[in-house]
Nanobody
Framework: QVQLVESGGGLVQPGGSLRLSCAAS????????MGWYRQAPGKQRELVAR???????NYAESVKGRFTISMNNAKNTVYLQMNSLKPEDTAVYYC??????WGQGTQVTVSS
């Protein structure tokens, strides 16, 4: 059974930081890509950042320079370090593996 367990969301003030983690288990095929997406109320789900097992990354323009994605291949875990958070970063953040499996989502709220 495939499981993606996310953690690290919460409430933070503007300018603050959070680190999201997502650990994947039960995936019998090779993990080639892990990523983070987000969905704000009334909006479509969008890509935040994605990383391949070779270390190639891509980011949404809105988070470049503020967010950093990394991956521990041995642990099948992906991280998202989020700095200089803004209110517009408020959303449910979802982990994704190989564009096939999704986590349950973790809420990130940026508010004073």
């Amino acid at each position: 059974q495939v499981q993606l367990v996310e953690s690290g969301g919460g409430l933070v003030q503007p300018g603050g930081s959070l680190r999201l983690s997502c650990a994947a288990s039960g995936i019998m095929t090779r993990i080639t890509t892990m990523g983070w997406y987000r969905q704000a109320p009334g909006k479509q789900r969008e890509l935040v950042a994605r990383i391949t097992n070779g270390g190639n990354t891509n980011y949404a323009e809105s988070v470049k320079g503020r967010f950093t994605i990394s991956m521990n291949n041995a642990k099948n875990t992906v991280y998202l370090q989020m700095n200089s958070l803004k209110p517009e970063d408020t959303a449910v953040y979802y982990c994704n593996v190989n564009s096939a499996w999704w986590g349950q989502g973790t809420q990130v709220t940026v508010s004073s």
